[in-house]
């Protein structure tokens, strides 16, 4: 039997915060880009075990011209051992069917920024406690295997949604590819990536004190992006074994094999860097935001936002903007800003004027008073 003095200690910390987390619940919002037909619902569906529109109906190629780009949202409560999460799959069906895809970006950056906005909200509002997060933690951005490289309307697209989220690339359907032919466009990727100067999500390093294999699993994870992913939600029986994959006639995909698809790598990621994915939403493409916002709303200012300097309003609002700006519109927003800051300055100089002032009169009065007891006493 346990004992009241078992349980004490500093190291019980983590087990009271994982017992709180548990009870709670997680939330995660994940976004999937891409065009029809490269298996962004099978993914999804494969990954959390779902069934998001299973009974959908494949569109014709008028519908596909006619149809324009829309978002949808699909919430799920996923529980594993006692943990439950609280999934949101965002949708963009449309993206990328039209000839002229310069329509598509405007609703999908709106989406991400109004999650912002609502989140801004909430936390200014009294009831904080109770904030839900809807906020786009993580994008999949699903590119076409049959695309030697990334398309001028996918790096147009990245360079405007990179700041704004956490992108994970991916290789839609990898088995069309061989092996040569999956790591030559993998290359290929990451060098129009580096080309374009387009930020993606990158897996953080570990810590000098984290155990071989963790090490090992993590370079592994960062080697292998962009995943390129085979997805499944089919069971096959192969030699008295059920598996996941796909059936073709000279063979079988396994979804779950590492040799075959980077799913199990995929999988692994998500889960893992979740909290991570968590914290840079919060603490980077949040923060710039609410930055942004508070900064062009005339509010008042956060220390979070008193922090940056000239050169980071100059930044930040070339960043947020969505789009490259020219620089006769970056030194009008900078001149502004540096009008805003100098205003409260000045506000600043006159209040600290008034309780100089203030103190000034609290002392002559003191000063009054005293000479007026000495008077009285000297009369008497």
Same mark, same amino acid.
């Given at each position: ?49 779902? =069934?998001i529109? &299973?009974?959908? /109906?494949?569109?014709?190629?008028? !519908?596909l011209?006619?149809?324009t780009?829309? $978002?949808? #949202?699909?919430?799920?409560?996923i ?19 039209a ?80 092996? =040569?032919?999956? &790591?030559?466009? /993998?290359?290929?990727?990451?060098? !129009?990536?580096k080309?374009?100067?387009?930020? $993606?999500? #990158? ?12 090490k ?20 096959i ?46 603490d980077?493409h ?17 220390p979070?936002?008193?922090?940056? =300097? ?36 000045q ?7 008034q ?26």
């Amino acid at each position: 039997m346990a004992t009241t003095t078992s349980y004490l200690g500093f190291a019980n910390l983590p087990n009271q915060v994982q017992r709180k987390f548990a009870k709670k619940g997680f939330e995660f919002n994940l976004m999937v880009v891409g065009e029809s037909g490269l298996g962004k619902t099978t993914l999804i569906n494969s990954l959390f075990g779902t =069934n998001i529109n &299973s009974n959908r /109906k494949i569109p014709t190629t008028q !519908e596909l011209l006619d149809r324009t780009l829309s $978002i949808e #949202t699909t919430s799920l409560d996923i529980e594993e051992r006692g943990v439950r999460l609280k999934l949101t799959v965002v949708d963009t069906p449309g993206y990328g069917d039209a000839l002229n895809c310069s329509d598509n970006y405007d609703p999908i950056l709106q989406y991400i920024d109004e999650q912002h906005r609502k989140y801004l909200t909430n936390e200014s509002g009294l009831n904080r406690r109770q904030i839900r997060d809807t906020r786009v933690h993580c994008c999949f951005f699903f590119i076409s295997p049959i695309n030697y490289g990334l398309k001028p309307a996918d790096v147009r697209f990245l360079k405007l949604l990179q700041h704004k989220v956490n992108i994970v690339p991916l290789i839609a359907k990898s088995d069309f590819l061989t092996p =040569n032919e999956t &790591s030559t466009l /993998k290359k290929r990727i990451l060098e !129009e990536i580096k080309q374009h100067q387009i930020d $993606i999500y #990158t897996i953080p390093d570990c810590d000098p004190d984290d155990d071989i294999e963790y090490k090992e699993h993590v370079r592994q994870l960062q080697n292998s992006m962009p995943f390129a992913v085979s997805s499944s939600v089919d069971i096959i029986e192969v030699n008295g074994e059920r598996i996941r994959g796909r059936e073709y006639p000279w063979g079988i995909v396994r979804t779950e094999c590492d040799d075959h698809s980077d799913y199990v790598k995929l999988r692994s990621m998500l889960v893992s860097q979740m909290q991570d994915l968590h914290e840079v939403t919060h603490d980077l493409h949040y923060e710039n935001y609410r930055s942004l916002h508070l900064a062009n709303s005339g509010g008042d200012m956060s220390p979070m936002t008193r922090r940056f =300097n000239t050169s980071d309003v100059r930044d930040n609002v070339s960043i947020l903007s969505g789009m490259t700006m020219d620089e006769t519109e970056k030194d009008r927003l900078l001149l502004e800003k540096e009008a805003e800051i100098r205003r409260m300055q000045q506000e600043l100089a006159k209040i600290q004027d008034q309780i100089r002032l203030q103190s000034l009169q609290q002392n002559d009065l003191t000063t009054t008073v005293a000479a007026n007891g000495a008077t009285n006493g000297h009369s008497k």
